[in-house]
């Protein structure tokens, strides 16, 4: 069974000039519907997480803050959202369906969540619309319950992963990858265990075989239980935020090599959304449909061949 992880508020009021998709995320499950994608699937809805877990990875009086609605200007001009009852409430969805995802994925093989990705959230603030970072906390929490032994973080955003790299640093059983365009947010880069800096300009051609080079040194360094995959569309030619030039079709060739090259291993993955910027919604959740067209396109090939995706691999726990 092939698993989507949603849930109905995840939206979030910004002001009609904002530059964050606010409501992306409806607009991805409605596309989604519309064609059929959902079809053959589970949808699973997340609760949100407590705060004591989320203090696994984030300081709690900002955990508390958030919830409170006790940031400072500095602190909401930094996240660059303003704060909210539902940005709070979302604030605490959006990890626990990433580690639902997680769960899923390591049962079943594969799965994908219509949200998540917010890799510039750090220990203790949040930045470039990102309040708390689902990546770090599904892998630590997976790690911490014993649920997984290695976790690879691999994140395709077009943004570096600064916040998953500085929270994660010398972490036992979790190896952080971002490929992003080098001369792009945030100014001052973090170290992940994995940096691969791609010029502007890339163009569908030379991002995949950089993409395919990163997945063989990827296996020359770590056999993982499973892995968090970034699938950010904010690479696109046309993307307000990106300058790697990527089409359509070559951010559906990336998420279908690295689903497939990692379940073809037998090795789980669960996906997340990452960014993407487009004043036209619907052309923007069409993009991040991408990653779902992949995700059954890969699945499906798997059962045809006579066998699931990853089920009853001895990866899964």
Same mark, same amino acid.
Not at 48 to 76: C, F, N, Q, S, W
Not at 193 to 222: C, F, K, N, W
Not at 236 to 250: I, K, P, T, V, Y
Not at 279 to 293: E, Q, S, T, Y
């Given at each position: 069974?092939?698993?989507?992880?949603?849930?109905? *508020?995840?939206?979030?009021?910004?002001?009609?000039?904002?530059?964050?998709?606010?409501?992306?995320?409806?607009?991805? =499950?409605?596309?989604?519907?519309? *064609?059929?994608?959902? &079809?053959?699937?589970?949808?699973?809805?997340?609760?949100?997480?407590?705060? *004591?877990?989320?203090?696994?990875?984030?300081?709690?009086?900002? $955990?508390?803050?958030?919830?409170?609605?006790?940031?400072?200007?500095?602190? !909401?001009?930094?996240?660059?959202?303003?704060?909210?009852?539902?940005?709070?409430?979302?604030?605490? !969805?959006?990890?626990?369906?990433?580690?639902?995802?997680?769960?899923?994925?390591?049962?079943?093989?594969?799965?994908?969540?219509?949200?998540?990705?917010?890799?510039?959230?750090?220990?203790?603030?949040?930045?470039? /619309?990102?309040?708390?970072?689902?990546?770090?906390?599904?892998? =630590?929490?997976? $790690?911490?319950?014993?649920?997984?032994?290695?976790?690879?973080?691999?994140?395709?955003?077009?943004?570096?992963?600064?916040?998953?790299?500085?929270?994660?640093?010398? &972490?036992?059983?979790? /190896?952080?990858?971002?490929?992003?365009?080098?001369?792009?947010?945030?100014?001052?880069?973090?170290?992940?265990?994995?940096?691969? &800096?791609?010029?502007?300009?890339?163009?569908? &051609?030379?991002?995949?075989?950089? =993409?395919?080079?990163?997945?063989?040194?990827?296996?020359?360094?770590?056999?993982?239980? !499973?892995?968090?995959?970034?699938?950010?569309?904010?690479?696109?030619?046309?993307?307000?935020?990106?300058?790697?030039?990527?089409?359509?079709?070559?951010?559906?060739?990336?998420?279908?090599?690295?689903?497939?090259?990692?379940?073809?291993?037998?090795?789980?993955?669960?996906?997340?959304?990452?960014?993407?910027?487009?004043?036209? $919604? =619907?052309?923007?959740?069409?993009?991040?449909?991408?990653?779902?067209?992949?995700?059954?396109?890969?699945?499906?090939?798997?059962?045809?061949?006579?066998?699931?995706?990853? *089920?009853?691999?001895?990866?899964?726990?």
């Amino acid at each position: 069974m092939l698993y989507f992880v949603t849930h109905p *508020e995840y939206d979030i009021p910004v002001p009609p000039e904002h530059r964050f998709p606010a409501t992306k995320f409806s607009s991805l =499950m409605s596309y989604l519907l519309r *064609e059929n994608f959902t &079809e053959g699937v589970r949808l699973v809805f997340p609760n949100p997480v407590p705060a *004591e877990d989320l203090a696994m990875v984030h300081d709690r009086e900002y $955990i508390d803050a958030v919830a409170l609605g006790t940031l400072d200007e500095k602190a !909401l001009r930094m996240l660059g959202l303003p704060w909210s009852p539902r940005l709070a409430r979302r604030s605490f !969805l959006a990890p626990a369906g990433t580690y639902l995802a997680a769960k899923k994925a390591l049962a079943h093989g594969l799965s994908c969540h219509a949200a998540g990705g917010t890799h510039h959230a750090h220990y203790s603030y949040g930045a470039g /619309f990102c309040v708390f970072n689902d990546l770090a906390y599904a892998a =630590m929490r997976l $790690i911490n319950k014993g649920e997984a032994r290695t976790v690879l973080i691999l994140d395709a955003d077009v943004h570096q992963g600064d916040g998953t790299a500085r929270i994660l640093r010398g &972490e036992a059983g979790i /190896f952080t990858c971002s490929l992003h365009c080098g001369k792009n947010y945030p100014a001052r880069k973090a170290e992940s265990d994995l940096d691969v &800096e791609i010029p502007r300009g890339a163009g569908d &051609e030379a991002y995949l075989r950089i =993409m395919r080079d990163t997945l063989h040194q990827l296996m020359a360094s770590i056999t993982p239980d !499973l892995v968090l995959y970034d699938a950010g569309v904010d690479v696109h030619r046309d993307d307000a935020l990106g300058w790697l030039d990527l089409s359509d079709a070559g951010i559906l060739a990336r998420d279908e090599m690295v689903l497939d090259w990692f379940c073809s291993r037998g090795i789980p993955v669960a996906t997340v959304i990452g960014g993407g910027y487009s004043p036209d $919604i =619907m052309v923007l959740a069409a993009r991040h449909g991408l990653v779902f067209r992949a995700a059954r396109a890969v699945y499906e090939r798997r059962l045809s061949g006579g066998k699931g995706v990853a *089920e009853g691999s001895s990866r899964s726990v």
